[in-house]
């Protein structure tokens, strides 16, 4: 096994804006997917009001399909008791990465764990665990195969199952968004959606992006960076959004197979992929699968990644991070 390069101990991380260096950008802050979104762009960019009004329409012309609250997106159709429903082409493009990505990860990742995900957050309002028999019973309707892809048709073989795009639609988006930045001539940028940072071009200096990994115990100060020059980075924790229940806090992260927050020590995942999407979907799955069974996937080399893990033992990355993380000066 290629070796695991041991940083040091500190629990969670948090992903922050890139640091900006001496380069210069114009930014444009949108709320959007429920998180704030920054695009910054080569401050030299001509006709830079039109491009953040794009990008703003782009994200919630997204939001609208992907959406499972509202009534009339994408997933919304899907989610009714159907046996199929036709989407549009980004959500179909989403559902299908989606399913490549679950049958590689071996289901690790699955975006057929709503059923799961309602449950927990009504739990939390009720302040009451959920029964262990109606976990399992769930669990019928819950897994990727049950759904398949014809062109734009999503076909269910159990009218139950139900979809949830949060954990791979940011990566999409940030894809989106780039494709449209570069397409309009923008040379440097990047676009962060907290959890997710997408970066590309060229700076004027010849400098790396700069990723900045913060405690959100303590938000003031930096842990490290990573270094990066294109790709996008995709961060999946425990701490990011939980229920709390009988004083217990629940995380979001579910474990397809048992429906329950998933517990393998890990608190936190970061992977850095050349598309967004992939990424998303990936931080997740690893996360899920813990660390162990997530080096040996990194050695299969069925996807191309790289990956820094924050758990009980510290934190270690793959090795092609073993020069692109900075430990913060303290």
């Not at 997408?198 to 992006?209: C, I, L, M, T």
Request: some cysteine.
């Amino acid at each position: 096994m290629k070796r695991v390069v041991a940083l040091f101990a500190v629990f969670i991380v948090l992903l922050t804006f890139p640091s900006c260096g001496r380069q210069k950008y114009l930014s444009h802050t949108i709320w959007c997917m429920d998180t704030l979104v920054t695009v910054k762009i080569d401050n030299n960019t001509p006709d830079a009001g039109r491009i953040f009004s794009d990008c703003e329409a782009i994200l919630k012309s997204l939001d609208g399909k992907m959406s499972r609250t509202d009534h009339g997106s994408d997933v919304s159709r899907v989610n009714a008791y159907v046996d199929s429903a036709e989407v549009s082409d980004d959500t179909a493009a989403v559902i299908r990465t989606a399913l490549e990505v679950s049958k590689v990860v071996g289901g690790y990742f699955d975006i057929t764990v709503y059923p799961y995900v309602k449950m927990w957050e009504s739990c939390g309002a009720e302040d009451k665990l959920p029964d262990p028999d109606f976990v399992r019973s769930l669990g019928s309707a819950v897994g990727y195969e049950k759904i398949t892809l014809q062109g734009n048709i999503v076909q269910k073989s159990d009218k139950q199952t139900q979809i949830d795009l949060g954990g791979i639609g940011k990566g999409y988006a940030a894809d989106k968004l780039v494709e449209y930045l570069i397409s309009s001539g923008v040379e440097y940028g990047l676009v962060s959606f907290g959890s997710n940072v997408a970066v590309f071009g060229k700076k004027p200096d010849g400098s790396e992006y700069k990723v900045s990994i913060k405690d959100p115990k303590n938000t003031g100060e930096v842990v490290g960076y990573i270094l990066m020059s294109s790709g996008v980075l995709s961060v999946t924790g425990d701490y990011e959004r939980f229920v709390v229940i009988g004083g217990e806090k629940y995380h979001h992260v579910i474990n397809p197979f048992d429906g329950y927050p998933a517990n393998t020590g890990l608190h936190s995942v970061a992977v850095i992929c050349d598309t967004g999407a992939v990424a998303d979907a990936l931080s997740t799955a690893l996360f899920v699968m813990g660390k162990e069974a997530a080096l040996e996937f990194y050695e299969s080399g069925k996807i191309k990644f790289e990956a820094l893990f924050i758990g009980d033992d510290g934190i270690s990355c793959t090795p092609g991070l073993d020069t692109k993380f900075e430990p913060a000066k303290n």
